[in-house]
């Protein structure tokens, strides 16, 4: 499996992803928006773009569909829920589903609600597993819930799918929010050593060659990973004083999205 993160430079801050199989040439693109860069890329390295695939339905997922697919004849993947907001799909995915790629890859769809309700993150069948988290995870933060969405599903999400894939996974998601987030991070556990060394790095990075982490960096450095954090939880109830003494997970989750919505 070949992976090519490609920065869209746009205002949104998008990520697009080529997934190619090393031995036929054929490629998967993930959300491919900026279907200009998404074709040039695949050209430069003699790739055959076969499949789309949207990780959700907003518009800086699916705008590009159409100019890519005329340009290519791929098939189109998404949620089978998506069916009425995302149009033309070829392919509706439930959790499980397995999506091939020429002849060496295999993506496994998971059914990961919570950012919207539709919304599908791909993980890599590959010695390293790789998670294409759409708006789901971000690098060192969680998904808005403003659109679509709902945080008590986001956080069954978190705690029941993310939270269980190993330290090794690496993370490709949807935007580049990883300054902003580690900020939000280090606002909520001013202490975090981690966190601090890396916004340096991330406030000065190269987006077309940017820092792909793993979930053992995230369980470090993202604050929707740290809900047991003892410095997360006394920080937490500075600004919900009526917060128990030991809030179950869920709680201390969605009074952090709750913040991060007006931070
Ligand atoms: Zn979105
Ligand atoms: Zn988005």
Not at 51 to 75: K, M, P, S, W
Request: overall charge negative; hydrophobic content about 40%; charged content about 20%.
């Amino acid at each position: 499996m070949i992976v090519e993160q490609i920065w869209t430079g746009n205002a949104y801050r998008n990520f697009n992803y080529l997934i190619a199989c090393g031995e036929t040439g054929e490629a998967l693109a993930v959300d491919p928006l900026d279907h200009e860069k998404c074709l040039g890329r695949a050209r430069d390295r003699g790739w055959e773009i076969t499949q789309v695939l949207n990780t959700h339905e907003h518009l800086d997922h699916t705008g590009g569909n159409g100019a890519l697919i005329a340009a290519t004849g791929a098939r189109l993947l998404a949620h089978v829920n998506a069916k009425n907001s995302i149009p033309g799909i070829d392919r509706g995915l439930q959790a499980g589903d397995v999506i091939r790629v020429g002849k060496t890859v295999e993506l496994e769809a998971l059914d990961t609600p919570g950012h919207t309700m539709c919304h599908i993150c791909l993980l890599s069948h590959t010695d390293t597993p790789a998670l294409f988290s759409g708006d789901t995870l971000f690098n060192a933060g969680a998904g808005n819930c403003h659109n679509g969405g709902h945080p008590r599903q986001l956080y069954a999400t978190f705690a029941e799918q993310l939270a269980q894939l190993p330290d090794n996974t690496l993370i490709y998601p949807g935007h580049d929010y990883l300054a902003n987030n580690l900020a939000f991070t280090l606002d909520r556990e001013p202490g975090n050593e981690d966190a601090a060394a890396l916004l340096e790095q991330a406030r000065n990075q190269d987006l077309q060659h940017a820092l792909v982490s793993d979930m053992a960096l995230e369980r470090r450095i993202n604050t929707f990973m740290r809900l047991d954090n003892p410095g997360v939880i006394a920080r937490l109830r500075e600004a919900f004083p009526d917060l128990p003494q030991v809030p179950d997970p869920a709680t201390v989750f969605l009074k952090l999205r709750e913040l991060r919505n007006s931070w």
